[in-house]
């Protein structure tokens, strides 16, 4: 079955960086778009960053463009996401997503505080 494990959360100071992974399982990772999603307290989710199949083509939310970009590694099945610069405002989880396919991770806490 589909499996999306992401790591890499935890707490940082404002400033400072992240960087996240999610490791796939279960499908042609190659063959889809991935996503990274976020939902704060108040339970708003935000689309942060989308992949195509090949990683060359990139896409963020004006929220966090110029300070996270997304990656992938097809031989490795996981998608990344570098996080500088962080701000309290990113305080979220965050989930990897297929793109057009309602399969998500459990999501991993980043907290930003000093």
């Known amino acids: 079955q589909v499996q999306l494990v992401e790591s890499g959360g935890g707490l940082v100071q404002p400033g400072g960086s992240l960087r996240l992974s999610c490791a796939a399982s279960g499908f042609t990772f190659s063959n889809y778009p991935m996503t990274w999603y976020r939902q704060n307290s108040e339970k708003e989710r935000e689309l942060v960053a989308v992949i195509n199949t090949s990683g060359a083509g990139t896409s963020y939310a004006d929220s966090v463009k110029g300070r996270f970009t997304i990656s992938r590694d097809n031989f490795k099945s996981t998608v990344y996401l570098q996080m500088n610069s962080l701000k309290p405002e990113d305080t979220a989880v965050y989930y990897c997503?297929?793109?057009?396919?309602?399969?998500w991770g459990q999501g991993t806490q980043v907290t930003v505080s000093s």
């Open positions: 997503k297929v793109q057009g396919a309602d399969y």
